[in-house]
């Protein structure tokens, strides 16, 4: 199984600076044939269920704000948020779905300093 | 509106059994691949199981053998039945759409989920 696996565990951003999250994977989730990393970010607010922000590594899901930004390659991957807001305020994972079964970092908690 | 709705949840001593279901509406849902991923209160997201649009079916070692999935096209259902519960299975139970069906691709559409409780 692919273990990802995020930093930091948790994160206290002020309100309009930038946060950065972290994922890397045990093994590449690039799939050389479409030159496609194979790596999701999600959103999950209290009492809500995840929501898909970032597919393709990089690739912004329908009406997820311009401020949310993915990066990375390979086995090492950023989630970028460029200016706090205040409903930004969640729990922020990771997904490899490269191979079966999909796995999932642990979880990056965000808050405002 | 997309939407997944999630029932059969509740409380179930161990080795007892439970079949969840998932009522699906707004879009075409015999073209998509769909899922089961739970957590554990104050846990982190584990990956269930999948079944794609021509039934083949997947699961991950901790439940291989004890849980099943199914869907029905024609009453836009998805189903998990599980038997053999165990404590560790206790979890918020949430069904999700894969975003296409050509190859694995992200989960874009998630329901509310449906509460499981193994206890005695």
């Known amino acids: 199984d692919i273990v990802m696996t995020q930093s930091p565990d948790s994160l206290a951003v002020s309100l309009g600076e930038r946060a950065t999250i972290n994922c890397k994977s045990s093994q590449s989730v690039l799939y050389s044939s479409n030159n496609k990393n194979y790596l999701a970010w999600y959103q999950q607010k209290p009492g809500q269920p995840p929501r898909l922000l970032i597919y393709?590594?990089?690739t912004r899901e329908s009406g997820v704000p311009d401020r949310f930004s993915g990066s990375g390659s390979g086995t090492d991957f950023t989630l970028s948020i460029s200016s706090l807001q205040a409903e930004d305020v969640a729990l922020y994972y990771c997904?490899?779905?490269?191979?079966?079964?999909?796995?999932f970092g642990q979880g990056t908690k965000l808050e405002i300093k | 509106e997309v939407q997944l709705v999630e029932s059969g949840g509740g409380l179930v001593q161990p080795g007892g059994s439970l079949r969840l279901s998932c009522a699906a509406s707004g879009f075409t849902f015999s073209s998509y691949d769909m899922h089961w991923v739970r957590q554990s209160t104050g846990k982190g997201l584990e990956w269930v199981s999948a079944?794609?649009?021509?039934?083949?079916?997947y699961y991950p070692d901790s439940v291989k053998g004890r849980f099943t999935i199914s869907r029905e096209n024609a009453r836009n259902s998805l189903y998990l039945q599980m038997n053999s519960l165990r404590a560790e299975d206790t979890a918020v139970y949430y069904c999700?759409?894969?975003?296409?069906?050509?190859?694995?691709?992200?989960?874009?559409?998630w329901g509310q989920g449906t509460m499981v409780t193994v206890s005695s």
């Open positions: 999700a759409r894969e975003r296409n069906s050509y190859g694995l691709d992200a989960l874009d559409i």
């Open positions: 997904q490899q779905y490269y191979s079966l079964p999909c796995t």
């Open positions: 393709w590594a990089s």
């Open positions: 079944i794609d649009t021509s039934g083949d079916t």
